[in-house]
């Protein structure tokens, strides 16, 4: 039998210090951007539930494995696609987005970075920018792949809904919002905006690799 080992979730069905990994994974199954990590000791999870996650997140996070029956029932990505994704370096903080095709992983477009910025003004300037991109190469049935549910509401109510404070600092930030938003308002497109389910399929190819 391994050492015992001890689980704080930050963000989950619940929150707190757990010694069975059972009990772990049904409170943060299903929960999108589930935070949690194991460590050795009580105490060393005692002390890391009063930190924030960020202090801990690395590649040692503890990571639920799908069955290859959950992996079926996603199916595959079509990889004939866009895929997009933004990097935040904090909340709000430096940030850029960028598109990637999936099927040779060549980058056709990268923003940023801006300053005081946040990942879903990111993942929301990230998709129009593919869509305007893709509606002026006359591609109007290629997909487009997001792994932000946020960004992907976004556009569909045609508004970046954040409430980020804007000043001089991120002035540039705040034109490229409105000329999106403008964009959505006076244009069409019919690329389909799919989800990227990046448990079944990895990180989306667009990623910046900085988990």
């Known amino acids: 039998m391994g050492a015992k080992k001890y689980y704080v979730i ?7 210090v ?6 772990v994974k049904k409170l943060v199954q299903g929960v999108e951007g589930a935070k949690y990590k194991s460590f ?9 539930i009063k930190k924030k996650y960020s202090d801990y ?11 290859d029956a959950d992996k079926a029932r996603f199916g595959v990505p079509i990889k004939n696609s866009l895929t997009v994704d933004a990097a935040c370096s904090g909340n709000p903080g430096k ?5 990637v095709l999936h099927h040779n ?5 990268k923003m940023g970075p801006f300053k005081n910025g946040t990942n879903n003004i990111g993942e929301f300037l990230a998709l129009v920018h593919g869509i305007s991109l893709l509606k002026k190469k006359g591609l109007h049935s290629l997909p487009i792949y997001s792994d932000s549910k946020i960004a992907m509401s976004w556009i569909k109510k045609k508004t970046c809904r954040t409430n980020i404070t804007f000043d001089v600092s991120n002035s540039d930030l705040l034109t490229l919002i409105h000329r999106a938003e403008k964009w959505l308002k006076e244009n069409s497109f019919s690329n389909p905006i799919l989800k990227w389910e990046t448990k079944a399929w990895g990180e989306i ?4 690799g900085r988990k």
Do not use: C
């Not at 940030?95 to 598109?99: H, L």
């Not at 992983?105 to 477009?109: H, I, L, T």
């Not at 190819?205 to 910046?208: N, T, V």
């Open 105 to 109: 992983k060549q980058e056709v477009f």
């Open 95 to 99: 940030m850029e987005y960028r598109g």
């Open 40 to 48: 050795g000791s009580k105490a060393e999870a005692n002390i890391a």
């Open 10 to 16: 930050w963000k989950g069905k619940e929150t707190g």
């Open 57 to 67: 997140q690395g590649n040692n996070s503890k990571k639920i494995a799908l069955s």
């Open 18 to 23: 757990f010694s069975s990994w059972d009990k």
């Open 205 to 208: 190819p667009a990623d910046f």
